[in-house]
C-alpha cells in the first residue's frame, strides 16, 4: 500500500497491494507498527473552500509524537505542518500556529495526563483542538471543556468529517483495535484471528464486540474477498488481503479494510476506494488495518 494520506489525496486507496515488499527490513516493519494516522475532512475560513487534515500518532524510544498537517481539499495542495517532537524533550501541553494563505491555524493540545494502550494514539486524558481563524473546527480528546477554556472559543457545530483512519497491528494470531464507524457512534472493539501455523486449512474470523461477523474458510483459495457486515444497522464492507501470510512470509504483512456503504452508489469495487469525499449525507468512513505477524 502506497502512504495513506498520498492514497486519500486522490481520492482513492489501493489495497490490493500489500503494505510492503518481501525485500522490506524487520526494523522497517517495527517502525510501521508504532503509527496511527487519521484524516479528517473540515471547512477551511468562511468561503466554502475546504481542506484535509492528517493527524500522525507516533511513537519511538524517544517517547510519544504528534503531527498536524493539511491540504487544500480540491488540489491536494500542501499547505503547512506542524511537528510536535517526542515528548521526552518537549512540554506536553501547549499551542502552534500556522499561516494558510489567507487563513490562519492554531493547534492547541494538552497531553500532561494522556492515558494510552498499545497504540500511540492516546485513549483519554487529553485534548488536541484546531482552530482556523479563531473557529474551531477539530477537536479530539475528552477534554473539552478545558480546549474551550483554553481556546477561548465556545460550543459550535463543526462540520468536520472524520474520512479514514490507518493503523498498524502486530501478534501472532489475534489483533485487536477500536472503531467508531459512524458519527458519534458507539465505539467497538474489533477482533481478526487467523491460525497459520500447523494447519493445512487456515480460517479467518473476525469479530465486532466479541460477536463473530464474519468466517472465511479455505483461506489458501479466498485470500482475497470482500463480505458485507452490518454495525449500527450500518452496512460496512470488509475487505481482506492475506496473500503474504499465506505465501511471501517475509513480507509479513496482510491488509484490512472496513467501509461503511450507506446507499448502494457507495459499493466499493473488490480493491479500490473511489470517491471517499463526497456529500456530508453521503460520507462513508475508511478503516484501513495493516497486520503484521509476529516473529
Known amino acids: 500500500m502506497r502512504d495513506f494520506p498520498s492514497c486519500f489525496g486522490e481520492s482513492g486507496v489501493q489495497i490490493a497491494d500489500s503494505s510492503s515488499s518481501s525485500s522490506s527490513s524487520s526494523s522497517t516493519h517495527k517502525s510501521a507498527h508504532n503509527l496511527v494516522t487519521c484524516l479528517y475532512q473540515a471547512p477551511l475560513g468562511r468561503g466554502g473552500c475546504w481542506c484535509l487534515i492528517t493527524i500522525t500518532w507516533t511513537k519511538n524510544l524517544m517517547g510519544q509524537g504528534l503531527g498536524v498537517s493539511v491540504e487544500e481539499g480540491s488540489t491536494n495542495r500542501s499547505l503547512g505542518?506542524?511537528?510536535?517532537?517526542?515528548?521526552?524533550?518537549?512540554?506536553?501541553?501547549?499551542?502552534?500556529?500556522?499561516?494558510?494563505?489567507?487563513?490562519?491555524?492554531?493547534?492547541?493540545?494538552?497531553?500532561?495526563?494522556?492515558?494510552?494502550?498499545?497504540?500511540?494514539?492516546?485513549?483519554?486524558?487529553?485534548?488536541?483542538?484546531?482552530?482556523?481563524?479563531?473557529?474551531?473546527?477539530?477537536?479530539?480528546?475528552?477534554?473539552?471543556?478545558?480546549?474551550?477554556?483554553?481556546?477561548?472559543?465556545?460550543?459550535?457545530?463543526?462540520?468536520?468529517?472524520?474520512?479514514?483512519?490507518?493503523?498498524?497491528?502486530?501478534?501472532?494470531?489475534?489483533?485487536?483495535?477500536?472503531?467508531?464507524?459512524?458519527?458519534?457512534?458507539?465505539?467497538?472493539?474489533?477482533?481478526?484471528?487467523?491460525?497459520?501455523?500447523?494447519?493445512?486449512?487456515?480460517?479467518?474470523?473476525?469479530?465486532?464486540?466479541?460477536?463473530?461477523?464474519?468466517?472465511?474458510?479455505?483461506?489458501?483459495?479466498k485470500f482475497r474477498g470482500n463480505h458485507t457486515i452490518l454495525v449500527d444497522g450500518v452496512p460496512v464492507e470488509v475487505f481482506w488481503d492475506v496473500h503474504n501470510w499465506l505465501f511471501d512470509p517475509a513480507a509479513g504483512n496482510a491488509v484490512f479494510m472496513f467501509q461503511t456503504s450507506l446507499s448502494a452508489d457507495d459499493k466499493l469495487s473488490p480493491w479500490s476506494c473511489s470517491q471517499v469525499f463526497g456529500e456530508a449525507q453521503r460520507h462513508s468512513f475508511s478503516l484501513v488495518l495493516i497486520a503484521w505477524k509476529n516473529e
Not at 494514539?121 to 477537536?139: N, S, T
Open 81 to 221: 505542518r506542524l511537528d510536535i517532537k517526542p515528548w521526552l524533550f518537549s512540554k506536553k501541553k501547549g499551542s502552534k500556529s500556522l499561516e494558510l494563505g489567507d487563513s490562519k491555524m492554531d493547534v492547541f493540545w494538552d497531553l500532561s495526563s494522556a492515558r494510552f494502550g498499545p497504540s500511540p494514539e492516546p485513549l483519554e486524558g487529553f485534548y488536541v483542538a484546531i482552530l482556523f481563524d479563531l473557529e474551531m473546527v477539530l477537536l479530539l480528546g475528552d477534554m473539552s471543556k478545558e480546549a474551550y477554556r483554553k481556546t477561548g472559543t465556545s460550543l459550535s457545530r463543526s462540520n468536520t468529517l472524520f474520512v479514514a483512519k490507518k493503523e498498524h497491528l502486530f501478534g501472532k494470531k489475534m489483533y485487536f483495535t477500536k472503531a467508531q464507524f459512524c458519527g458519534n457512534g458507539k465505539v467497538h472493539d474489533i477482533a481478526i484471528e487467523c491460525e497459520m501455523v500447523g494447519l493445512n486449512d487456515p480460517c479467518l474470523e473476525i469479530r465486532i464486540d466479541r460477536k463473530r461477523v464474519m468466517q472465511v474458510k479455505r483461506l489458501v483459495w
